[in-house]
């Protein structure tokens, strides 16, 4: 099975909040991230936890994470038309390897 | 400044056939990574790069896939005889040093009839 797992599509409301869920299989993973991949651009990377953190807030974005359950969420409040993208969630080991395994990304539609 | 670029954007070639993909990744970038990404799934490493020699190839499928990072900066993936199964797009990410935020270049869409 797959390392990282995510639903694949979440569509929500213009001004809503938006959650999308991650969970990983490796408990020796370090380092969780969240990136966002925009039709013909590049992945950019959002934002990233610590695995011996709980949560991490940057503006609109919020990460949790429940490290027994070995899950990851993105909040994204106040979802506007331009969060309209692919979100992946990838986990590194750290300790001299920090490539990011991702997960298959979840398609977030925002409509108005 | 300028981010990660490559060529091209676009490349159809015929099954069999040698490519060659070019990654040109910001300046000063000492980590280079290439990365493949298949249709509906996330980016698969391919192989990392640490100044001009390879730190980890283990992401490349087979010995049909080669990549080069002569001088420390620019890096061509190179596949030979390519089959159907390689239509993907390939994506190249430098840091700053290993341990650094990636920058994602906008990918060369490749596809092989």
């Known amino acids: 099975g797959e390392d990282v797992e995510q639903s694949l599509f979440l569509s929500v409301r213009e001004g809503d909040s938006s959650v999308i869920n991650c969970t990983y299989t490796?408990?020796?993973?370090?380092?969780l991230y969240w990136y966002k991949q925009e039709p013909g651009a590049g992945l950019q990377l959002l934002t990233y936890?610590?695995?011996?953190?709980d949560m991490k807030q940057d503006q609109r974005l919020t990460v949790l994470l429940n490290k027994k359950d070995k899950h990851l969420s993105l909040r994204i409040a106040d979802t506007q038309t331009g969060d309209s993208a692919i979100y992946f969630c990838?986990?590194?080991?750290?300790?001299?390897?920090?490539?990011?395994?991702f997960g298959r990304g979840t398609s977030l539609i925002v409509h108005p | 400044g300028a981010g990660v670029s490559q060529t091209p954007s676009n490349k159809v070639t015929e099954k069999g056939k040698y490519v060659e993909l070019r990654c040109d990744p910001i300046?000063?970038?000492?980590?280079l990574y290439w990365y493949r990404q298949s249709l509906g799934q996330g980016p698969e490493f391919l192989i990392y790069?640490?100044?001009?020699?390879?730190?980890?190839d283990s992401g490349l499928p087979n010995d049909r896939f080669f990549a080069v990072r002569p001088e420390g900066s620019v890096s061509t993936l190179k596949i030979q005889r390519t089959e159907r199964g390689d239509s993907a797009v390939y994506l190249c990410?430098?840091?700053?040093?290993?341990?650094?935020?990636?920058?994602f270049g906008p990918g060369t869409r490749l596809t092989v009839t």
């Open positions: 990410a430098s840091s700053l040093n290993e341990d650094g935020e990636q920058y």
């Open positions: 990838a986990e590194s080991i750290g300790g001299g390897s920090y490539i990011p395994t």
């Open positions: 300046s000063g970038h000492t980590a």
């Open positions: 936890i610590f695995s011996n953190m």
């Open positions: 490796d408990s020796s993973s370090t380092y």
């Open positions: 790069f640490q100044g001009t020699g390879a730190a980890d």
